[in-house]
């Protein structure tokens, strides 16, 4: 078998190994079909199962209620900062934003171009280097807003909502690109979930999205026909030629999330990669100088520190590429280090990252 390395990578991200080995081995003749899954029609009774598979298992493995519909969209998650607004920041309507980091940013200023009056900003630590979350007191949402958007877990930034704000009866509407499915949560307060498949799920340009039934129902008719949801919804995400290679890989993905015990399991994994390598950054606090400076607000999934030097940093990065471990450059503004440790990253491999650490430290420090 070929050789596979330890991946750090923040997005795309690596996958697990299950899913991609029956894609490998269903690659050239799917269900019988003698054609790969990317060469046959969406409209075939053989594709359709996969796109219903990867629907009902998100349904499934998030416990997701009646009155939510299971999109699967193109355009990432950068489409949903404006499509968002395009839908449901329209005639008169407001919307409330907290800017926690790059991504967040973005899907504001997207909605201020939709909509210059009915975006507003209402919680920022943009003034701290996004170094920390807002408090919960710090987080008003006006009982006016149509939703309250954030983002669940700061990718950049290292930064993670591991209790997601109170919003009273506003519907929060969530950017989970990057930490969705680490865990079991209550669908029930989210009118919208959007994710991005390329850190958790499988490949980039595919965006999983949950919308709640009222919420639907609120939508911009005027919109043109692609950009509306209650199109996607109406058709089963089947309006047009889906990305159909993608959501095949996205249901490998969710059937193995299944078969190996669900969220709860998953979850009860990425606490442990937690321990673990916040363990040695705790450990060495003189040497490894995390970027958060908030303990509760830590992200399980992106975490970011950096060595006494940027020449140390730069040496971290290429002993652990020699030793198989890639992805652990910081991001391009931070600088250091970022360990990105989304569910395909096993508890096996966080620990050979942590000797690696506490290797470096007794050479280094
Ligand atoms: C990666 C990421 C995105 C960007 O998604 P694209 O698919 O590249 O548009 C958006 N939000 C968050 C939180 C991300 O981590």
């Known amino acids: 078998m070929s050789k596979r390395v330890i991946n750090f990578y923040a997005g795309p991200a690596g996958l697990p190994l299950p899913p991609l080995e029956r894609a490998r081995d269903e690659m050239l003749d799917f269900a019988g079909t003698g054609m790969s899954v990317m060469e046959i029609s969406h409209r075939s009774k053989e594709y359709e199962a996969v796109h219903n598979e990867a629907i009902a298992l998100l349904r499934e493995l998030l416990n997701v209620p009646e009155n939510y519909k299971v999109l699967l969209l193109q355009g990432g998650g950068n489409l949903q900062f404006c499509m968002l607004p395009m839908n449901l920041l329209w005639g008169g309507r407001k919307a409330d934003y907290v800017v926690t980091g790059s991504w967040a940013k973005k899907a504001y200023k997207e909605a201020q171009i939709v909509n210059k009056e009915g975006a507003r900003c209402i919680a920022s630590t943009e003034g701290e280097g996004f170094r920390r979350l807002p408090t919960a007191a710090e987080i008003q949402v006006n009982p006016d807003a149509t939703y309250v958007h954030f983002t669940s877990n700061n990718t950049i930034y290292g930064t993670q909502f591991k209790q997601f704000p109170q919003a009273g009866n506003v519907p929060l509407a969530c950017d989970m690109s990057s930490d969705f499915l680490w865990r079991p949560f209550d669908v029930s307060p989210f009118g919208f979930i959007y994710a991005g498949a390329q850190k958790n799920l499988g490949p980039s340009g595919l965006v999983v999205t949950l919308i709640r039934d009222d919420l639907l129902a609120q939508c911009n008719p005027a919109l043109p026909t692609m950009l509306k949801y209650g199109i996607h919804a109406d058709a089963n995400s089947l309006f047009n030629t889906p990305p159909t290679w993608s959501i095949y890989i996205l249901r490998n993905v969710l059937a193995y999330n299944k078969q190996i015990g669900g969220l709860g399991a998953i979850e009860a994994s990425n606490q442990r990669k937690g321990e673990l390598l916040y363990g040695s950054i705790d450990r060495h606090a003189g040497f490894y100088k995390g970027y958060v400076t908030v303990p509760a607000d830590r992200s399980l999934m992106n975490i970011d520190f950096a060595l006494p030097s940027a020449e140390l940093d730069d ?28 569910n395909a990253v096993t508890v096996e491999q966080v620990q050979v990252l942590v000797d690696f650490m506490e290797g470096f430290v007794r050479k280094n420090g």
């Open 315 to 342: 040496r971290f990065v290429k002993e652990a590429k020699a030793a198989g471990m890639v992805g652990l450059k910081g991001y391009r503004d931070l600088g250091g280090i970022r360990v990105s440790m989304y």
